[in-house]
């Protein structure tokens, strides 16, 4: 099966398609960052609404790790207001939090314990269906929250996922005015991210040819243009704020694996993005040494233009360095990472994504990555 709920408008300029989707609805709720406040897309985007004849209501201020009790802050005003359609502009944390705020405003009577993943030994409660429409504007290139049926909320500073089709936004505006802000660090992040959704959808045990070919799509964009993305070149952010929602449309589908179960987990010492560049090589080597997985890799590989999978390896590495990817060790002290070793080791092996993972590794395997990943990278 392949699927994509998400209608996508893109384009310069394309913001004022809210007018059009928001033409016929009484109330719009606009969750946003302040980031895109500061740049004046959301006074752009009220206006439009505005000309749609709606009223408009706004929350700014969504943080960058956001938490379930954060949704729980913003419930109230969501439910006096009373949305017809719910707007998110802003990076993934805004959409995610736009998706919660979506489930428990059309129903009320759930609770978030029981209905998000929290271990992949355990079902939790199917979402139920949900009918405010929901319009998600990334001003980043990377999360693929814009396409994708997934929310990644903390609570209590673990982190939980909840997924459901009925939480993809129904409409995507990819405009490439708002990535075009972006500061180098968030772009060279959230850019390694979408390599790794490209990568580990392509080589998923959910992967269809459908998914791969948004995937190589994704990977090539990021292999010929983050570099000059991240220096702000405006045709090159442009590419990758579509290869952003390529790799998505790709995860959406093929899923993703063991690297983002292991960062997921490792989520306290450093950005997702970033945490995620420097996790793959070492996943990417774990997999490749059972056959079928390393067959994924080249076939990738081929897809990209290059020899094999030790060269896709060696240009990932290479990216890395290019980037100026900071090592493991570098952003974590020695005994704290210890410390946490077999928690997270534990944890990531509970994580459902690991059912997508070429490779089933055991909880001592997953023990072996981080220490190589600390050490050697
Ligand atoms: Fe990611």
């Not at 500073?157 to 990535?179: H, M, Q």
């Not at 959704?197 to 269809?208: G, L, M, T």
């Amino acid at each position: 099966m392949f699927r994509l709920k998400t209608r996508i408008f893109l384009g310069e300029g394309s913001l004022s398609r809210l007018r059009k989707i928001a033409t016929g609805y009484d109330r719009v709720l606009i969750l946003a960052s302040k980031s895109v406040e500061r740049e004046g897309f959301l006074e752009e985007a009220e206006r439009y609404i505005s000309e749609a004849g709606a009223e408009v209501e706004s929350i700014v201020g969504v943080s960058a790790e956001p938490s379930y009790e954060y949704v729980e802050e913003i419930l109230p005003r969501a439910r006096e207001f009373e949305p017809e359609l719910i707007v998110a502009v802003g990076g993934g944390s805004v959409i995610d939090v736009a998706k919660a705020v979506k489930v428990f405003y059309d129903s009320p009577g759930t609770v978030f314990e029981e209905i998000a993943f929290i271990s992949r030994f355990q079902r939790p409660k199917p979402i139920p269906k949900l009918k405010t429409p929901l319009i998600a504007i990334p001003s980043t290139s990377g999360a693929g929250s814009e396409v994708s049926g997934a929310s990644v909320l903390k609570m209590g500073g673990v982190k939980y996922n909840l997924v459901s089709p009925e939480i993809a936004p129904d409409f995507a505006i990819l405009d490439p005015r708002l990535p075009l802000t972006m500061p180098p660090k968030i772009a060279r992040n959230s850019g390694l991210d979408v390599l790794v959704h490209a990568i580990e959808a392509y080589v998923s045990r959910a992967a269809s040819p459908f998914s791969d070919a948004m995937a190589v799509g994704a990977a090539k964009t990021v292999f010929e243009w983050l570099p000059e993305s991240v220096k702000g070149n405006k045709e090159a952010r442009e590419k990758m704020h579509y290869a952003a929602t390529m790799a998505g449309i790709a995860f959406l589908n093929g899923r993703l694996g063991l690297c983002h179960a292991m960062s997921h987990k490792a989520a306290w010492i450093a950005p997702h993005g970033l945490l995620n560049a420097i996790l793959n090589p070492h996943v990417m080597e774990f997999n490749m040494k059972e056959e079928t997985a390393r067959l994924r890799y080249r076939e990738l590989a081929k897809g990209l233009g290059m020899k094999d999978e030790e060269e896709l390896l060696a240009r990932v590495r290479e990216l890395n360095e290019k980037l100026g990817v900071p090592k493991l060790r570098e952003l974590v002290d020695e005994e704290t990472f210890m410390t946490k070793l077999d928690e997270m080791a534990k944890k990531a092996y509970r994580d459902g994504l690991l059912v997508f993972n070429p490779v089933e590794p055991t909880p001592e395997e997953i023990r072996e990555v981080y220490l190589k990943a600390f050490y050697e990278g």
